[in-house]
């Protein structure tokens, strides 16, 4: 399989957002992702970093 974990990194930390996110669907400052199960979440911010291996997706809000 290769679907992923979401966290999100907020004051040094990874929290999780999403389990077995399998689509990933960046759109201006949004973020649509949805999983195995069909569960769907949108995030506002950007991608700080994917790792393949690690199957982790790491989220990071916009800064103002």
């Not at 960046?26 to 995030?43: A, D, M, V």
Request: glycine share 6%; proline share 2%.
């Amino acid at each position: 399989m290769c679907e992923a974990n979401a966290y999100i990194y907020k004051d040094g930390k990874e929290d999780l957002y999403l389990e077995n996110v399998d689509v990933l669907i960046p759109e201006g400052s949004k973020i649509y992702l949805r999983n195995l199960f069909g569960e769907q979440k949108t995030f506002e911010g950007y991608v700080k970093e994917i790792s393949l291996l690690r199957h982790k997706i790491v989220l990071e809000e916009a800064k103002e």
